[in-house]
């Protein structure tokens, strides 16, 4: 059965890294890209950044870029998001989330509806 687990949230000050990981079960890597979104109370969920099954294409929302690295281990199954300058405004509960099979990821990376499955989400809260 398809499983993603997120992990590696917490609190960290203003400035700080964090690495989430999300690991994949019940299928693999190969065949399908993995989203980061991410959801901050009263707002809607925001893609992130997403990583390409096929040639490791990166995406990256302008909020994000040039702070946040999406990197995969296909022999794990996982997807990593390394975070760094982390600012309040990142605060939010941060999901994976798997496309659809066989679905190009450019130009709708980060559209909600082309994900099948979802994690849990982990907290990650940047605070003084």
């Known amino acids: 059965q398809v499983q993603l687990v997120e992990s590696g949230g917490g609190l960290v000050q203003p400035g700080g890294s964090l690495r989430l990981s999300c690991a994949a079960s019940g299928f693999t890597l190969d065949y399908h890209a993995i989203g980061w979104f991410r959801q901050a109370p009263g707002k809607e969920r925001e893609g992130v950044s997403c990583?390409?099954?096929?040639?490791?294409?990166?995406y990256y929302a302008d909020s994000v870029k040039g702070r946040f690295t999406i990197s995969r281990d296909n022999a794990k199954n996982t997807v990593y998001l390394q975070m760094s300058s982390l600012k309040p405004q990142d605060t939010a509960i941060y999901y994976c989330?798997?496309?659809?099979?066989?679905?190009?990821?450019?130009?709708?990376?980060?559209?909600?509806?082309?994900?099948?499955?979802w994690g849990q989400g982990t907290q990650v809260t940047v605070s003084s």
């Open positions: 989330a798997r496309t659809i099979d066989g679905m190009e990821v450019a130009g709708l990376w980060s559209v909600v509806q082309i994900y099948d499955y």
């Open positions: 990583i390409d099954n096929s040639d490791g294409s990166t």
